[in-house]
Nanobody, 124 residues
Framework: QLVESGGGLVHSGGSLTLSCAAS????????IVWVRQAPGKERKGISC????????YYEDSVKGRFTISRDAAKNTVYLQMDSLKPEDTAVYYC???????????????????WGQGTQVTVST
């Protein structure tokens, strides 16, 4: 099970840190992706981290502003979001593929196990 938390309402330019906590399996064994879905749009992968933190990737629109990290002891993956913009408003999900030897990617089709999502709203 994956559970996201940390969403909320923030002003433009502000910061939020999202958490993705896992139960029932070790998060550091697998790739984790953060995906967001804005109203009326499809889900889009924005950042991912591979097994043992070997690789991290960012979608261009968040590169330099968002940072993905993992705390194996807490079995949690984080998404630090800085310099937030109104266009970052979306529901944010974390997901995993439970495939221990697959490098992460931003393709949402790679992932089968999803959290329930957390709302992030950035006001002007």
């Amino acid at each position: 099970q994956l559970v996201e938390s940390g969403g909320g309402l923030v002003h433009s330019g502000g910061s939020l840190t999202l958490s993705c906590a896992a139960s029932g399996f070790r998060l550091d064994y697998y790739s984790i992706v953060w995906v967001r879905q804005a109203p009326g749009k499809e889900r889009k992968g924005i950042s991912c981290i591979s097994r043992n933190d070997e690789y991290t990737y960012y979608e261009d629109s968040v590169k330099g502003r968002f940072t993905i990290s993992r705390d194996a002891a807490k079995n949690t993956v984080y998404l630090q979001m800085d310099s937030l913009k109104p266009e970052d408003t979306a529901v944010y999900y974390c997901a995993t593929d439970l495939q221990p030897f697959r490098r992460c990617s931003l393709s949402v089709n790679q992932y089968d196990y999803w959290g329930q999502g957390t709302q992030v709203t950035v006001s002007t």
